[in-house]
C-alpha cells in the first residue's frame, strides 16, 4: 500500500480539517478561540502551509494530525506527502494543497474541476474520491467534484483571504453520508 493511502475506520469519525495558518515563532499563532471548537476531533487533517513543527505540535494535543504539505511547512513526518487520499470501506476522501497545480481544478477561487480530473484523482489516489480537501486559498468553499462527490477547502483559521472569516472545516463520516460544515472560529 502506498504512503500517501491510509486506511483508517472513519465511519463514527470527526475530522477537524485547517489550512494556510502560517504559523511561525514571532509570526501568525492559532487564535485561542480555534482550540475549544477543535474539541471532539478525532483526527486533525491539515492541507498544507501549516508553517513550523510547532503548530501541529499543537493540534497534536487535541487529536493525532495527518496532512499533505504545502509551500510554507516545515519538514515534518507528519505532512510529508503530496498527496492523501483517507479510506475505508465506504469513503475516499483526497487530499491535496494545491488543487489547481496538480491538475484538479482550473480554478481554485472558486474552485472549477478540470478537464481530466478524473484522469488525475486516477494517478495521485488510486481513483475516484467521494470527498476532494484542498487548501491554498485562504478562503473557504465548496464544490461539486466528479459524479457525486464535494470539493471542499476550509479556509484558514488564521490569515483568512481578505473579506472572509477565520474558519475551518469539520467534517463527520458516519454509514449514513459524510457531511463537511465550515465552522467561524471567532
Not at 504559523?23 to 474539541?39: N, V, Y
Not at 493525532?64 to 503530496?82: E, F, K, M, N, Y
Not at 479510506?87 to 497545480?101: L, M, P, Q, S
Not at 470527498?131 to 483559521?157: C, M
Request: charge should be negative; glycine fraction near 12%.
Amino acid at each position: 500500500m502506498s504512503d500517501s493511502v491510509w486506511s483508517l475506520p472513519l465511519s463514527g469519525t470527526n475530522v477537524a480539517v485547517l489550512a494556510d495558518c502560517h504559523i511561525h515563532d514571532g509570526g501568525p499563532q492559532f487564535p485561542a478561540e480555534l482550540f475549544p471548537r477543535l474539541q471532539g476531533a478525532d483526527l486533525i487533517v491539515t492541507l498544507g502551509d501549516m508553517g513550523d513543527r510547532s503548530g501541529l505540535d499543537q493540534l497534536e494535543q487535541i487529536a493525532p494530525v495527518l496532512g499533505v504539505r504545502g509551500r510554507d511547512d516545515a519538514d515534518d513526518i507528519r505532512t510529508r506527502r503530496s498527496e492523501l487520499v483517507l479510506t475505508d470501506e465506504g469513503y475516499r476522501i483526497g487530499c491535496v494543497f494545491d488543487a489547481k497545480a496538480v491538475g484538479l481544478a482550473s480554478s481554485c477561487d472558486p474552485f472549477v474541476e478540470a478537464d481530466g480530473a478524473a484522469e488525475v484523482c486516477r494517478r495521485l489516489f488510486g481513483g475516484p474520491v467521494d470527498v476532494l480537501l484542498h487548501g491554498g486559498t485562504h478562503r473557504a468553499d465548496e464544490a461539486r467534484f466528479g459524479a457525486k462527490g464535494s470539493a471542499l477547502n476550509p479556509g484558514s483559521a488564521v490569515l483568512p483571504a481578505e473579506g472572509a472569516k477565520p474558519t475551518f472545516l469539520r467534517l463527520r463520516v458516519t454509514s449514513e453520508g459524510c457531511y463537511g460544515q465550515i465552522i467561524w472560529v471567532a
